[in-house]
C-alpha cells in the first residue's frame, strides 16, 4: 500500500476566509477614499467661496465711498459653477459713523444658498 503525501497549500474554509477578510478590507478602503474625495470637494468649494467673498470685500474697500446701507444678493459665474454672493451693509449700533459689511458666499441648492464663507468688515465715513 501506497502512503499519501500530506499536501501543502489552502483548504477551501482558509480560502474563503481569507476572501472574506479581504472584502471587508476592500469595502473599508473605498468608505474611506469616498470620504475623502467628499471632503476634498467640500475645501475647494470653501477655498473658492472665501476668495470670492474677499473679491467682493476688496471692491467694496476699493470703491472710496462710505457705502449705503443695503442688502443685495448677485449671482456670479466662477470656476465653472454658479455662486450666490449676499452683501450687507447695516448701521452699526454706535454713534460713530460706521458701517458693518458682511458678505457670504455660497451655492444654491433647492431653493435656498448654502453658504460656504462669510466676511465681515467695517466702514468708516472719511471727513
Do not use: C
Amino acid at each position: 500500500m501506497k502512503k499519501m503525501k500530506n499536501s501543502s497549500g489552502f483548504t477551501l474554509i482558509e480560502v474563503l476566509v481569507a476572501l472574506a477578510i479581504f472584502a471587508v478590507a476592500v469595502a473599508s478602503l473605498s468608505a474611506a477614499m469616498q470620504n475623502n474625495v467628499k471632503n476634498a470637494n467640500y475645501l475647494k468649494d470653501k477655498t473658492i467661496a472665501h476668495w470670492i467673498a474677499s473679491n467682493k470685500m476688496v471692491e467694496l474697500a476699493a470703491a472710496g465711498d462710505y457705502p449705503a446701507i443695503a442688502d443685495r444678493t448677485d449671482k456670479i459665474e466662477y470656476a465653472g459653477q454658479e455662486w450666490v454672493v449676499n452683501t450687507k451693509i447695516q448701521k452699526a449700533q454706535t454713534k460713530m459713523a460706521i458701517r458693518i459689511g458682511e458678505v457670504s458666499v455660497g451655492m444654491e441648492k433647492e431653493g435656498d444658498a448654502n453658504y460656504y464663507a462669510t466676511l465681515t468688515a467695517l466702514f468708516s465715513e472719511a471727513k
